[in-house]
């Protein structure tokens, strides 16, 4: 799986719009890019998927440029809710082939 | 939304006492994971199984053995607890998929060895 590289740390107001990248010089062809959020105390949960260019649901956007090394989580104006640790993956999933989450990056959403 | 469940939640046990952790999902996920974390720390995986019948070891090692005789079952033992064995675990499970999936974390045990 492909090496990640994020932020260890950001910090945020409310209501700001907040990005998080992940640099991945690695990628490999066929490799997806999975972005995951956890707050303490829980299980990580999905946030959202891509491979190329752009993709957008109702919790965040990522961008991903056209030679793949990097993507951009984008999180649209923050709430204090918003405070936990995020998560780049990025690989396929095969047989033998295991998951490193890494330390993510620790998102704090001031007031 | 998800249908993962662990027991129990938390769990205090003394030294040498063999436990096991419960993990079970309602999806039909031929792939299931676990997951150790300790607080603010990393997820490090310690076993995965990518269908009845198979288990394999993670990145992390571990004493903890698992098991998988059905789908939706994916118990992990430890025979003798030790202190060091404190943590959180987390359960996993995703659908086959030629990506990395979308796995759907259950709420975790938090298992403390005194």
């Known amino acids: 799986l492909a090496k990640t590289t994020q932020p260890i740390s950001m910090d945020s107001y409310e209501g700001q719009e907040v990005n998080i990248t992940c640099s991945h010089n690695n990628i490999a062809t066929n490799d997806y890019i999975t972005w995951y959020q956890q707050f303490p105390s829980q299980g990580p949960r999905f946030i959202i998927q891509g491979y190329k260019t752009k993709v957008t649901n109702e919790v965040a956007s990522l961008f991903i440029p056209a030679d793949r090394k990097s993507s951009t989580l984008s999180l649209p104006r923050v709430s204090l809710s918003d405070t936990a640790v995020y998560y780049c993956?990025?690989?396929?999933?095969?047989?033998?082939?295991?998951?490193?989450f890494g330390p993510g990056t620790r998102l704090s959403v001031l007031p | 939304e998800a249908d993962i469940y662990q027991t129990p939640r938390y769990l205090v046990i003394g030294t040498g006492k063999k436990i096991t952790l419960e993990c079970s999902q309602t999806?039909?996920?031929?792939?299931m994971y676990w997951y150790q974390q300790d607080p603010g720390m990393e997820l490090h995986l310690i076993h995965y199984?990518?269908?009845?019948?198979?288990?394999e070891k993670g990145d992390l090692s571990s004493e903890s053995t698992v098991s998988r005789i059905r789908t939706e079952h994916f118990p992990l033992t430890l025979e003798s607890a030790r202190p060091s064995h404190t943590s959180q675990y987390l359960c996993a499970s995703s659908e086959t998929s030629g990506r990395i999936g979308e796995q759907y974390f259950g709420p975790g045990t938090r298992l403390t060895v005194t």
């Open positions: 993956l990025v690989g396929v999933d095969n047989y033998g082939q295991n998951f490193v």
């Open positions: 999806m039909g996920h031929d792939k």
């Open positions: 199984s990518y269908g009845v019948n198979s288990t």
